[in-house]
């Protein structure tokens, strides 16, 4: 038998991880498949050695046409990184419903609907390595980014139950839970809130600007000094798809590692008095 593809199909590589981590397979011998919703964006990871596409996650078509190129040239997606994503802020009640369903499109439905059309191939070759970026905030929740968490809780249960269910195939599932990465990510976080129905006497105004607010410190502040560069990501999904057996789930940064820990052991009451240190409570 022919050896198995290990072609590398990467989502959202414009910038941050997926960028991070499309030069860093390319220089180390992978064939890439970069994708972004705007091709233009990846021009340079092109120059570097990647072949790239048009590929937007909440669009059939495009996913469907990207997954079609990589099979004809190489077989099958070998390895397939759901990377895109971002997060949708804002209290609650305060988010159109209509921006809920385009995070969960984005960071959920994408993710899954690309899986599903990377599989009878994958499975086929009887090889696959499939890394979901999860988030830390799959695990515990900040005030005011309920709608992002929701989407990264559901993928803890997506991989668990994928990983699972693709063991048998010879397909790994790998989940990623980053703590904080300095990417765009907290620009796009803070942009996110221009969705944000408000009115004179919004009731949340001043905690939603205190939501944008503390995003935009964690990433432009001192607090940048727990996270990481996307490097560090890329180094570790290089590492997670070259093992046979690699783990479950990977938590990245120290920070990360302890704040979920320190969850687990915190009592609701406890966080929510933690939570309230950070943000006011609306009233
Ligand atoms: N940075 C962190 O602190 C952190 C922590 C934990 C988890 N993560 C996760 O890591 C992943 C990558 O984020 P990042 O930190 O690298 O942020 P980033 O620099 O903002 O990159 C996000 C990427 O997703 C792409 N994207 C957004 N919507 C898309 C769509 N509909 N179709 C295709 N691509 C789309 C963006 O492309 P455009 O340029 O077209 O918008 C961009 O390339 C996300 O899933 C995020 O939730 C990040």
Known sequence: MSQPSKAALITGCS???????????VHDGW????TARRRETIADLAD??????????????SMSAAVAVVEEAEGAVGVLINNAGYSQSGAIETVPLEAMRRQFETNVFGLVRLTQLVLPKMRAQHWGKI??????GGRLTFPGGGHYHATKYALEAIS??????????????????PGLITTEFGDAATASMAAV???????YAHFNATVGAVTKGAYEGPMRRLG??????AKVIERAITR?????????TPSAKLSIATRRLMSDRAWDAAMRRQFPQPE
Do not use: C, K
């Open 197 to 203: 129905d408000s009115s004179g006497d919004d009731p």
């Open 48 to 61: 570097a050695g990647a072949n790239t596409l048009a590929l937007d996650v909440t669009d059939e078509q």
């Open 244 to 252: 046979s057996r690699p783990p479950a789930r990977i938590t990245i």
């Open 15 to 25: 910038s941050g991880i997926g960028h991070a981590t499309a030069l860093r397979l």
């Open 31 to 34: 064939s890439v498949y970069a």
């Open 131 to 136: 890394v979901n970026l999860g988030s830390m």
């Open 228 to 233: 990481a560069g996307p490097e560090r990501v």
């Open 160 to 177: 668990d139950a994928l990983r699972f269910e693709l063991r048998g195939f010879g397909i790994d599932v790998i989940l990623l839970e």
